[in-house]
């Protein structure tokens, strides 16, 4: 199915049939005589008085719009309040089944780019399952924004695709996209979008002895893989590089430690790190940006079977540790404490991992914040939380205090797997953290806002992409900028 796609518009004279300005209560000399007909600019004023913020123009040929945004002095709320009235128009297109509209800003400040995005990012429909997608399929087609240059929409085009990027690999049910096939769907973004991929198969992963990535894929009858991604322009503004790491269980059953029906049916996101670090690197390549960025992946699903591992089981880590596995279901961790080993290699200069990995983090903060945690430098971490304001993916950080590890002390390896049960995605974090002396690193826990059983405005339902956007705009601002 054809996506959305933005396009740059002459300031204020696009002769467009369905036009959508944006307003704002005390802005509306602003708008000029020529926008609206004399009546109309009457009627407007009338209803903003009395708190009417959508108005709808009809005219002999298409009509107009009219948006009132809130005004707002905080600019991160103001861009999430123009993104969120995006996705808000999309109910009127949709009934009225207009494919393509022109933006008009007369905001003090320019919220138009914003408001593309949120009509943009609603607009998503994953519908490649049904029979009969073309009835299903209520798709915007074009956003013409007044005003924009060329290269802001350029920029803002490859990252929505990004983001669509993700949320289908998300979305795709492990029956269509088992490990294999996601090594492979690694492999075609990187033709497409420019950057290299290089897939380690059972054989490599089996001589390099990643424990960690080899026992959770023991039950299964498909092959794990280790995907290694690679942007490296010309010059980049970065001298070692940075690696981003995703969980790839493309299906997390638990293993012997079973998960109930109500959480299982879920599981085909726990992919979404691994989508997260593709959608990236796609931006990244698509943008040009300047910065030597690796991705990594391991991937698996984790699986019951008579030579699945079982709780209690020992296994020795690509690190060389020994893990004491008490419950098959701390899956991820196993599988990332490879790739955060192997990471070592590349001298990084910053280590950023992505993982669905704890129901903990759920639990505690639901799904609205992204749980993180790491011994990255402060500048670095308030970098991060800008660009997770900027884009309203937002983050919280949560301690990584000594105490909390000495819950995975084992008294037969050298770590065990779980914490006591309390502060899970803590003892996850310290886990990790583990295996990763040598370089500073990020650990981002998107369990909550990766899928979404039903819409929270432009985050469609399901695969929402989160992540994509935030790591785009931190690695942008904190690195390649400056
Ligand atoms: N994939 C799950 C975490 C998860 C939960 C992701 C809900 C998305 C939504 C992870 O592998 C897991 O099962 N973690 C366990 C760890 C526990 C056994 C220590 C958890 O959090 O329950
Ligand atoms: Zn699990
Ligand atoms: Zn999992």
């Given at each position: 199915m054809k996506r959305v796609q933005l396009t740059a518009a002459n300031s204020g004279q696009s002769q467009h049939k369905y036009l959508v300005i944006l307003a704002e209560k005390d802005g509306l000399d602003r708008l000029n005589d020529d926008m609206l007909l004399p009546a109309e600019t009457s009627f407007l004023r009338q209803g903003v008085?009395?708190?009417?913020?959508?108005?709808?123009?009809?005219?002999?040929?298409?009509?107009?719009?009219?948006?009132?945004?809130?005004?707002?002095?905080?600019?991160?709320?103001?861009?999430?309040?123009?993104?969120?009235?995006?996705?808000?128009?999309?109910?009127?297109?949709?009934?009225?089944?207009?494919?393509?509209?022109?933006?008009?800003?007369?905001?003090?400040?320019?919220?138009?780019?914003?408001?593309?995005?949120?009509?943009?990012?609603?607009?998503?429909?994953?519908?490649?399952?049904?029979?009969?997608?073309?009835?299903?399929?209520?798709?915007?087609?074009?956003?013409?924004?007044?005003?924009?240059?060329e290269t802001d929409i350029a920029e803002l085009n490859s990252l929505l695709n990004a983001v669509f990027l993700t949320r289908d690999m998300v979305n795709e049910p492990q029956s269509h996209l088992n490990a294999v096939q996601l090594a492979e769907a690694v492999e075609s973004a990187g033709k497409q979008y420019g950057f290299e991929v290089e897939v380690l198969e059972q054989h490599q992963i089996e001589s390099l002895k990643m424990g960690g990535i080899l026992a959770v894929n023991r039950a299964s009858s498909v092959p794990p893989r280790f995907c290694i991604l690679e942007w490296k322009p010309a010059n980049p503004q970065n001298k070692k590089p940075v690696v981003l790491i995703g969980k790839g269980v493309v299906y997390d059953t638990g293993g012997l430690s079973l998960k109930p029906t109500d959480g299982m049916d879920y599981m085909k996101c726990d992919m979404a790190g691994a989508a997260t670090v593709v959608g990236v690197m796609t931006a990244a390549a698509g943008n040009n940006l300047p910065l030597h960025i690796i991705g990594l992946i391991p991937a698996t699903d984790n699986q019951i079977g008579e030579r699945a591992m079982a709780p209690g089981d020992v296994i020795r880590m690509y690190s060389g540790t020994t893990v004491e596995v008490l419950n098959t279901d701390a899956e991820g961790r196993l599988i990332l404490a490879d790739a955060l080993h192997y990471a070592k290699k590349y001298d990084p200069e910053l280590v950023l991992d992505l993982a669905t990995l704890t129901g903990a983090a759920v639990r505690a903060l639901g799904t609205q914040v992204i749980c993180y945690m790491g011994t990255a430098p402060e500048n670095v971490k308030r970098d991060l939380e800008q660009s997770g304001w900027a884009t309203y993916e937002r983050l919280v950080e949560l301690p990584l205090w000594k105490e909390f590890g000495e819950e995975l002390k084992s008294n037969i390896a050298d770590l065990k797997n779980i914490g006591s049960g309390n502060a899970g995605m803590i003892t996850a974090g310290k886990f990790l953290e583990h295996f990763t002396s040598e370089y500073p690193w990020l650990h981002l826990d998107i369990a909550g806002p990766a899928y979404l059983r039903t819409a929270n405005g432009y985050r469609t339902k399901d695969g929402t992409g989160v992540g994509v956007r935030l790591v785009y705009d931190f690695l942008k601002k904190h690195y390649a900028e400056k």
């Open positions: 008085e009395r708190d009417v913020s959508n108005f709808f123009f009809p005219r002999a040929e298409g009509c107009v719009f009219v948006r009132l945004l809130k005004k707002e002095s905080d600019p991160f709320a103001a861009g999430e309040n123009a993104r969120m009235a995006g996705n808000e128009l999309l109910r009127d297109l949709r009934q009225y089944k207009i494919e393509s509209v022109a933006l008009r800003n007369t905001c003090a400040d320019n919220r138009s780019l914003a408001f593309a995005e949120g009509l943009a990012l609603g607009s998503y429909q994953f519908l490649k399952y049904y029979s009969q997608a073309g009835k299903k399929e209520k798709n915007l087609r074009e956003i013409a924004v007044e005003g924009a240059s």
